[in-house]
């Protein structure tokens, strides 16, 4: 109730004070107009306050003294998205309202699209870079499949950067701080014809970690990257421009901490001395935000990205012609162990190449009748080849023997005296072992199961092709009532092959039916019990992968789906109002990841079915002499929500029957004075699932989950209708005052505050609410001084100010039932910033 106070007193604050949205920074005078900031949300300019939809802008100017670095770091000023990155440096997820996914799982592609200069980045990790010299950010609310050709079911960011100028320019800066932080960016532009402009960027960030791995002595979470990118512009005649961009990036991280936010019993065996467990060091939950890890190996993360884009624009008599062609490469590798203690359990190494190729066109009138139209089309070609290997660390015979017991009384007592005396005190691992043995000599008691090397290799090959046609237009039916209608066709595929490997023999038995066991007089499920420590298929009916195409899956998944969008706006003088209803499609995703299961196998299928998106939403942008207010009520469902819940050592992905999220968005902005720019963002959000009978089964709900004393195991699913999702905060809100005054003729002083608020919110379903609900109250500052006539800046920026503590993200811990992990939040970090314009 108090959250829900608070936000409410947010949101009257921000509706009776509007603030100066993000992108109006060094605005601030009396001929402060609003129409100047151009955005191209509909792929076309226009007005931030004349587009109707619900649009988020964040400028350069606001980038830079927010200290906003990259995209994790954009959330702060844009309340509706949020951005968390997980287990590894690539391993990222966007959302906005509350919709996202896409992270973990390179089947599944992201709600949110990311576009930079027009080009889509097919995945998360490609969009990680620091950002680049830019205009501006748009982050686009709402579904937009009308207009943009891939994967927009929740949202767009498009990222606008600064092209070539024909005028002699540049900017170079450094940035120190704590952590050993050293950051240097570069950027300079000009003419190399009358006719051909470039500009050539770069920079390199280096920081310690905040993490201390207490086992290694190493720092983890640390930022190792740098990055070039060249743009070129030829521009010979009025009528024509080319834009040629190509950019290298390389990240090498020690990414990500992990701690302990919940022991169950079998990290506390890990914990416990001998005999009593391996008395190896485990994590404390009751010291989270100490930030210390305890890994047994360094994580390390290996990241690359190259392309290369080409924009070219016509103009005709009437209307224009841009086509957009681009090409990536996108490589990932990351290695962690995955157990997250001090006992060498299992080790995950990944790696990912995806290659894309993407091709646009659009055809836009430009004439200045009643009627504007856009007419579009879309291709992408994508090759993706990812996977895994999970394997056993030399602890994992201990680990695995004490987690099963000692053979009890029961059964020693029915077994013959000397095999009840060799039996006696040992584990149940060791037991079934031996049994088989008399029987099976392929079995040798202490050396077959839960050996150092076993595991799983779990790799993909996918190839994508998808391609979308698309228009808009708008007619103005009067000077103030304008109706604007858009279609698209998309068309998907997707063609996998897999090759998983298990070499986990304890997997591989049929523990309720062990085939030695009537050799020797015994039930063949006396050992079914030890189910739980089947971590790979022990699930399924043949305990071992189904690799595929086969003579039953063809390994090819299509779709396609026809998404439109009207729109009525109506302008009232100073306040724009609107009415829209959109609909919204993403193509449907293979589970890439050991928890892929042939649909006849124990529920969990291959693949999970689109997403299908309705959204209705009423809007009214307000502008004044010195400020505006942008409100935006919607009411958003999305049928088929691709659910890519990680449930230890894989993912569950199914469908959701339906979810949906009724809210309310307020942006605003104001210049009280010439030298005080406020400003003010708020997002409501109430989410429930209507319907979601196939939820992943999770050990903490007992009741829905309950284990079978037979088989260790618990049930696939439960039912998550009527609940309300899981991290999707109900309130989220962002305030920022500058200050800008003249210090002497030459010199200016200026100051920057914001504030960054998220309600307690359950992070993850798959973790206890008790455990993993956790709220942001974050502060960040500036204060430089600038010298226009040196071109120079100095500033001292900090972020966190306050060392608010706060769990990203949260989920079951691997191999350790009953345990649960989660991922800090940075710590206070601050700096000087020195920079130089010329």
């Known amino acids: ?134 205009e501006r950010v748009e982050v686009l609310r709402g579904p937009q499949s009308t207009l943009f050709g891939k994967n927009v079911s929740a949202g767009a960011i498009s990222i606008v950067t600064a092209k070539p100028q024909f005028e002699f320019g540049g900017k170079a800066e450094v ?89 169950g019993p079998a990290t506390q065996f890990i914990g416990a001395p001998a005999p009593f467990g391996l008395g190896k060091p485990i994590g404390d939950p009751d010291a989270i935000f100490d930030r210390d890890v305890i890994f047994n190996a360094d994580p390390a993360n290996r990241l690359s990205g190259k392309g290369i884009s080409a924009q070219a624009d016509w103009q005709f008599d009437g209307m224009a012609l841009t086509s957009i062609t681009a090409w990536r490469n996108q490589k990932n590798a990351s290695n962690q162990d995955i157990d997250f203690t001090g006992a060498s359990i299992s080790e995950n190494a990944t790696q990912n190449d995806i290659k894309t190729f993407t091709q646009e066109l659009r055809l836009t009138s430009t004439g200045d009748g009643p009627l504007t139209w856009l007419l579009g089309a879309f291709y992408q070609d994508e090759k993706i080849n990812t996977g895994r290997d999970i394997t056993y660390g030399s602890d994992i015979r201990a680990f695995a023997d004490g987690l099963s017991g000692q053979v009890p009384a029961t059964l020693l007592g029915a077994l013959p005296p000397p095999l009840a005396a060799a039996l006696n005190g040992r584990s149940n ?27 799983i290799h779990d790799f993909y090959d996918m190839d994508q092709r998808s391609y979308s046609l698309f228009g808009q237009f708008d007619y103005e039916i009067t000077e103030r009532l304008t109706f604007t209608g858009g279609l698209a066709y998309l068309n998907d595929r997707k063609e996998v092959v897999s090759d998983v490997v298990l070499n986990d023999p304890f997997s591989s038995v049929n523990l309720q039916a062990v085939p030695e066991f009537p050799f020797l007089g015994l039930p063949g499920n006396i050992y079914g019990g030890l189910g739980a420590l089947q971590f790979f298929y022990g699930n399924t009916q043949n305990h071992a992968p189904v690799n595929f195409p086969n003579s039953d899956e ?170 309300t999702p899981a991290g999707i905060p109900e309130w989220t809100f962002s305030t920022s005052a500058t200050i800008t005054r003249p210090i002497t003729d030459t010199m200016e002083g200026f100051m920057r505050v914001e504030y960054y608020y998220v309600s307690d ?3 993850t379903e798959t973790t206890p609410p008790e455990v993993a609900t956790y709220g942001t109250n974050q502060i960040n500052a500036s204060i430089g001084v600038t010298n226009e006539e040196l071109g120079l800046e100095v500033m001292l920026w900090a972020r966190n100010l306050t060392n608010d503590e706060a769990l990203i993200s949260s989920f079951p811990t691997v191999a350790q039932d009953g345990s649960y992990s989660g991922y800090p939040n940075a710590p206070r970090t601050w700096g000087v910033n020195v920079k130089k314009t010329f």
């Open 1 to 134: 109730m108090r959250n829900q106070y608070f936000g409410a007193s947010m949101l009257a604050l921000a509706a009776s004070m509007p603030a100066f949205a993000q992108d109006t920074a060094g605005q601030a005078g009396d001929n402060f107009a609003i129409d100047e900031i151009v955005v191209t949300a509909q792929k076309r300019e226009q007005t931030l306050q004349d587009v109707p939809i619900s649009v988020a802008v964040t400028s350069q100017a606001t980038i830079e003294k927010a200290q906003v670095r990259d995209m994790i770091d954009l959330q702060t000023v844009v309340p509706s998205l949020s951005v968390s990155q997980l287990n590894a440096t690539g391993q990222t997820n966007f959302s906005i309202r509350g919709f996202g996914n896409g992270n973990g799982n390179d089947g599944i592609e992201a709600s949110v699209g990311v576009f930079i200069d027009g080009v889509y980045r097919s995945r998360t990790s490609s969009a990680l870079d620091d950002l680049p010299e830019i």
């Open 175 to 263: 940035s120190v701080g704590n952590l050993d932080q050293r950051l240097v960016k570069a950027s300079i532009t000009g003419p190399l014809s009358d006719t051909v402009a470039v500009r050539v960027s770069g920079n390199v960030n280096k920081r310690d970690g905040y993490f201390d791995n207490v086992t290694t002595g190493t720092d983890v979470n640390n930022r190792d990257r740098w990055s070039v990118r060249g743009d070129l512009l030829w521009n010979p005649n009025e009528d024509f421009t080319l834009r040629v961009i190509g950019d290298y990036n390389k990240m090498t991280e020690r990414c990500c901490g992990v701690v302990t936010i919940l022991n």
């Open 429 to 455: 691992i060791f037991a079934l072992e031996f049994l088989q043995s008399l029987v099976n000599p392929g079995v040798v008691p202490g050396a077959t199961y839960f050996q150092e090397g076993d595991g």
């Open 554 to 723: 063809d390994g090819i998944l299509k779709g396609d789906k026809v998404t439109y969008a009207a729109r009525v706006s109506y302008d009232i003088g100073d306040v724009n109002t609107y009415v829209s209803y959109a609909k919204g499609w993403k193509a449907g995703a293979y589970n890439l990841s050991s928890d892929s299961r042939p649909a006849d196998a124990n529920g969990v299928g291959r693949s999970a079915g689109p997403e299908d998106v309705t959204v209705i939403e009423i809007g009214a942008k307000a502008r004044f002499e010195r400020g505006f207010i942008n409100v935006a009520l919607f009411d958003q469902q999305i049928k088929g929500f691709q659910s890519n819940a990680f449930t230890g050592l894989g993912y569950s992905l199914v469908n959701a029957g339906k979810q949906s999220t009724k809210g309310v968005e307020v942006d605003a902005s104001y210049f009280p004075v010439d030298w005080i720019a406020l400003t003010g963002a708020v997002t409501y959000l109430d989410p429930t699932y209507d319907s979601f009978p196939g939820a992943a089964c999770v050990s903490y709900d007992t009741v829905r989950c309950p284990v079978d004393p037979a088989t260790g195991r618990r049930p696939n699913f439960r039912d998550l209708t009527g609940d």
């Open 761 to 763: 919110t359950h992070l």
